[in-house]
């Protein structure tokens, strides 16, 4: 789970969870109030796993159940959902991506 670089705090799956569904770049910190943003590294890890998107949909395309594939849709989301919070790594800065 991240950890505040202002106050050292760790934040919770749930207050993680919520702090990353927003669109803002940088997110407060639940118990300081300062904003934090998303390592580099941190953002190379969950686009990673965001690249898998794409060829999960791609088995729309094979010979499937379509039970098996909203199966299959449901898993990947409950996964994504689920291992996203404990990528986080937070910094006090904005990091350039390169």
């Known amino acids: 789970m991240p950890t505040c670089r ?6 919770s799956w749930k207050q993680t969870f ?4 927003t669109l803002n770049t940088a997110m407060e910190c ?5 904003k934090q943003y998303y390592t ?3 953002r190379r890890r969950t686009a990673l796993l965001t690249f898998l998107t794409p060829f999960i949909i791609l088995l729309n395309f094979l010979d499937i159940s ?3 594939l909203v199966g299959v849709y449901l898993v990947y989301c409950i996964l994504i959902m ?12 904005e990091e350039p991506l390169w």
Do not use: D, T
């Open 66 to 68: 379509p039970y098996i």
């Open 18 to 21: 919520k702090k990353m569904i």
């Open 30 to 34: 639940p118990h300081c109030g300062e």
């Open 40 to 42: 580099k590294q941190a």
């Open 82 to 93: 689920g291992v996203f919070p404990f990528l986080i790594e937070l910094s006090n800065e």
């Open 6 to 11: 202002n106050c050292g705090r760790e934040w």
